[in-house]
């Protein structure tokens, strides 16, 4: 094995890397209440560090570690179900059509029915968009034609987006269509995380459940099935699996992108290129991506109209550049 | 032992296969030979129930369909024509995945299937950085790391220089000899008279012949041969 550290202690430090950067959100924020406070406000307490605690920094770091860890779990799953670097949940449209389900939930009424109608709407959203490709992967599309449905994809999904907004009966629709456009954690609620955190663990363990048979499709589909494998269900778990994942976080969170290209790729060198081995790296290392860019975002910009999604795009942007040159001089 | 009886199957309403009727006894290598799109692979996807058919194939005394996948898989090792990696993983690695139907990672039949393909010099080298030959032998070994029964292996010669081609058939011999049921599909004529101890030729999805006689090369493949030392060499056409 080509690795640098064996698998589980390099996941342990990514994991606490990413609950370290994840704390540090929790005691970063422009009202000053010291760590002490903050952490007694938590486990329970009232006043101003309680509500402070409670209702604005827990809900922000728990749902940076959960969007996080749903993007870079769903890029791996992707990448080993495309047997393509180049797959993730942002650049194959996904993200964009969970963010068009959830402005079409918010502000054409039906999340004020249930809140549970908003991840709803995103994972359909996800879904479609996920089908539309795994369809065309089908039909034997290549690599290039994978990606530019997802740049159509995207496309139609945020033009969409912005034409419901335009015609939603919330004056301050537009105003928060960068939100759904760029993601943020900012005001986050608690119920936000109660609803994404166990869409995105379901959604995790869906996708860590075809972790064999991604394996397998290092192969090819047709060793895959000589080894046992039903191919068909394999498939089935990862777009259901990252449906729901970056639905649940979209909807939450809005349209944070290159985290699923990046993570998994920055790992590989660590972890290797067994799809199997990356899935649940790609969760910490996503976790730890987001968790520490809202940070970065936060010390930048205090006043927070940078957004979270602006920081991973900057990231990740040059990254899918670098990729694509690789790429080609591979071939 | 694999019984197929008068199996036929086909792709969008072309025939592929037409009542064929044949058998791949244990211990003996049997080779697959016939023009381009005779049906060659899609008898060995039949074997694996990879391909919907009519007729009837028995593996080992069961009908395919009565089979689970995992058992299928650790009875039946398949070796798909021009397979490749699409991740740039350590050979040994790739190999691991033969285990995969007894969800093992059986380090020494990982060592053993290495060393039989001859691979065991590169083992730790990423597939991506081999030679074509080199690759050709890694996804073989992956095969033999099931340590399954019987061994179906399509065009495994296609990528290998002459001697690890006879190697190859030296290999699946030995493979044979140990009681395993072994059928390749080879477009080296060469090779499977030399080295097969049955032939089954298929043309346009049925069995022609059970040989190579003259006759049966002047049939099918249109082309007349020389014949040396037990062998023979594709000559000209007729």
Known sequence: ????????????????????????????????????????????????????????????????LFVGAALGASGAALQGLFRNPLASPDVTGVTSCAGLGAVVALYFGFAALSPALLPAFAILGALASASILFVLARKGAGVMALVLAGVAISSLAVALTALAL??????????????WMMGSLKDRTLTDLAFAAPLIVIGIALLLS???GLDALTLGEEAARSLGIDVTSV?????????????????AAGAVSFV????????????????????LPSAFGGALLVAASDVLVRSIDPSEQLRLGVVTAMLGAPFFFTLILKLRREA | MIVFDRVGAGYAGRAALREVSARLVPGKVTGIVGPNGAGKTSLLRAALGLLPHTGKVTVQDRAVEEWSREALARTIAYLPQGGDAHWPVPARDLVTLGRLPHRDRDARAVADALARADAGAFAERRIDELSAGERARVLLARALATQAPVLLADEPAAFLDPAHQLRLMDLLRGEAARGTTVAVTLHDLALASRHCDEV????????????????????????????ADGALVPWRLV
Request: proline share 5%; aromatic share 6%.
């Open chain 1, 1 to 64: 094995m080509s690795t640098l550290l064996p698998g589980k202690s390099a996941s342990y430090l990514l994991a606490s890397a990413a609950i370290l950067a994840a704390a540090m959100s929790f005691f970063l924020g422009p009202t000053h209440i010291a760590p002490k406070e903050l952490l007694d406000g938590l486990f329970g307490g009232h006043g101003i560090a309680a509500i402070v605690a409670r209702e604005i920094r827990l809900p922000r770091a728990g749902l940076a």
């Open chain 1, 166 to 179: 335009t015609f939603a009966a919330n004056p301050y629709a537009m105003a928060e269509m960068v939100l």
């Open chain 1, 210 to 212: 075809a972790a064999r």
């Open chain 1, 235 to 251: 498939r089935m778990r990862v777009v259901l699996g990252v449906a729901l994942a970056t639905g649940a976080a979209t909807a």
């Open chain 1, 260 to 279: 699923g290209l990046v993570v998994p790729h920055l790992l590989r060198p660590l972890f290797g290129y067994r799809p199997a081995q990356l899935i």
């Open chain 2, 200 to 227: 089954l030729v298929l043309h346009e999805g049925r069995l022609a012949a059970t040989d190579l006689s003259d006759e049966t090369l002047a049939r099918v493949f249109g082309i007349a041969v020389l014949r």
